[in-house]
């Protein structure tokens, strides 16, 4: 496949902030000193509180190396400048970006692997993302399409993040600011406080947003300029324009010809067209041509070549994962992701189990019908993160719905979880968590907060849960968000089993979807005597 696939690496650099007319905003890239006459002073704002952003979309088009020792940092780097206010990042903004460099390289390009971090605006999970990689395999008429991305806290996996130090170099000892407008557009500019009161605002004065591309242009000409004037191993980085709304929505016709009655994921074509032709991973998604001549056109490559990339298998041993040539080519499933593999116990600590929580899961019907779902809420045999891993043993008496003081939801499996504290959090705390979030991803059983926090050993999550985990008790008892969450997928519009409610004390929400895959309700408590 080395001479028949292209494989880009695709990421999006830390934004670069841009200051206001006659009040420039250092980019903050330090390193050097800075060479500035004499007669003159060198002086720019240094904050993070700027209204106007750039977002460098940075793609690496690799040389595929001949053998896997060999660097995957070589190739044509290519970087589109968007307007953080009105060309935010979005799954079918980089369709498109990737859709048309893939063109210029190839026009007969056959396949196209891509990897990409866990961002919101590249995980393959989520529905947009699948349904930007649909455009881009219809778009270019691949014959197969596959994205991979890294794990959680893994981004500098990327070979695309190796690209950013260069570009860093420059934006070093640089200062940028917006070009002044008219008087009147400028009083508009500043009713604004955010970006996004810049966006809302722009929806009822349609006329801002031309304003604000005239404001922000040279700003991005300069930066493109400085950018193209940097290399990779002797390769010149190029840059191009952002890609455009009707650009985008061009891209979309895709899913208009193939789902037209398409406003959800839960449509029947949808489902079926994903089943047809893909095969979806928690860390991969693909897409493969059919068979169906009245569906897709007849492929490039020889069937042998297009085949699904495996699922790691562990060996006999079970300590050792197979190589990929021996797995090459069978059907193989997710079970032994490393991701899903239980916890380690650490010698010579002791965990307190709740007996009364154990002893009242063993009456519970269904708890050994259901392996995903513990079906306990202090039970410790749920998967977990190698994050999670290293915390020390957690208070089980913490994790209760009188200490439940809000919730933050995994970006891998958008699941609530509970965040706990014993004390009641103040106004300034709950600023700080907040904060916190917004800066942070949150993963199932990862910390909420950083370690260098002072309320990283007071305010946290549970970090003996996995995104197998179902939702926790104490998040309904609490009512801290919404009591229709599934407890199992975390849908929203989940409804209790009336007749389980009459027999089961505790019976936690279930969506259709969940029960459709032949899952049964969690519940805890049966009413009676026990056994």
């Known amino acids: 496949m080395r001479d028949d696939a292209l494989f880009f690496c695709c990421d999006d650099k830390a934004k670069v902030p841009v200051g206001e007319p006659n009040a420039p905003i250092s980019t903050g890239v330090r390193g050097k000193k800075t060479i500035a006459p004499v007669n003159t002073t060198l002086s720019a704002l240094d904050h993070d509180m700027s209204k106007a952003n750039l977002t460098p979309s940075v793609v690496l088009q690799c040389s595929i190396p001949k053998s896997a020792d060999k660097s995957f940092v070589r190739g044509q780097v290519t970087v589109a400048l968007n307007d953080s206010v009105f060309q935010s990042s979005n799954p079918f903004r980089h369709a498109v970006m990737l859709a048309e460099i893939a063109k210029k390289q190839d026009p007969e390009v056959k396949c196209i692997m891509k990897f990409t971090d866990g961002g919101t605006d590249q995980r393959n999970t989520l529905e947009a993302v699948k349904c930007a990689n649909i455009c881009i395999f219809k778009e270019l008429n691949l014959d197969m399409l596959i994205h991979g991305r890294c794990a ?13 130090s260069v570009l860093n ?5 640089c200062s940028l600011e917006r070009r002044e407008q008219m008087p009147e557009a400028e009083k508009n500019f500043k009713k604004c406080g955010s970006m996004a009161e810049t966006r809302k605002f722009a929806i009822k004065n349609p006329e801002v947003k031309g304003q604000w591309a005239e404001s922000i242009e040279p700003v991005q000409a300069l930066v493109r300029n400085r950018f193209t004037r940097l290399k990779l191993s002797d390769t010149r980085i190029q840059a191009i324009d952002p890609v455009s709304d009707q650009s985008i929505d061009i891209m979309k016709r895709h899913l208009r010809e193939l789902f037209p009655e398409m406003y959800t994921s839960k449509i029947p ?19 493969k041509k059919c068979d ?15 085949q699904w990339v495996p699922d790691p298998v562990l060996d006999q041993t079970g300590e050792h994962y197979e190589k990929y040539v021996t797995i090459k080519g069978r059907e193989t499933t997710e079970a032994d992701r490393p991701s899903l593999k239980p916890p380690v116990a650490v010698k010579g600590r002791k ?31 749920t998967p977990t993160t190698a994050c999670a891993q290293s915390h020390e043993v957690q208070d089980a008496s913490l994790f209760t719905a009188q200490n439940a003081r809000m919730s933050v939801e995994c970006t891998e499996c958008s699941k609530p979880r509970v965040i706990y504290s014993k004390q009641k959090l103040s ?31 007071n305010v946290m999550c549970r970090n003996n849960i996995g995104c197998a985990t179902h939702v926790e008790v104490p998040y309904y008892s609490s009512s801290i968000g919404r009591l229709d969450i599934c407890a199992n997928c975390g849908a929203q519009e989940a409804v209790v089993d009336a007749a389980l409610k009459a027999k089961f004390k505790t019976v936690l ?9 032949g899952r049964e309700p969690i519940v805890y408590r049966p009413y009676g005597k026990k056994v």
Not at 152 to 157: D, F, N, T
Not at 292 to 306: H, Y
Not at 428 to 457: D, I, M, Q, W
Not at 511 to 517: A, G, P, T
Request: glycine share 2%; proline share 8%; with cysteine.
């Open 427 to 457: 106004e300034r705390h709950n600023l700080t968590v907040v904060l916190a979030l917004s800066e942070f991803e949150y993963t199932c059983g990862a910390p909420v907060l950083p370690l260098t926090s002072s309320l990283s050993k």
């Open 292 to 306: 169906n001549p009245d569906c897709c056109l007849p492929t490039k490559l020889d069937e042998e070549k297009l």
């Open 351 to 381: 965990r307190t189990l709740n007996t009364d929580s154990a002893s009242a899961n063993k009456n519970t019907p269904d708890a050994d019908s259901a392996p995903v779902n513990t079906n306990a809420p202090d039970a410790d045999n």
């Open 169 to 173: 170099l420059g934006l070093q000892n």
């Open 509 to 517: 929400p279930i969506c259709d979807d969940c029960r459709n895959l």
């Open 269 to 287: 074509s949808y489902k079926e067209w994903i089943e047809s032709h893909c095969r979806e991973r928690h860390y991969t998604f693909q897409i």
């Open 152 to 164: 959680p806290g893994h981004s500098y996996m990327n070979p695309a993040e190796r690209v950013m």
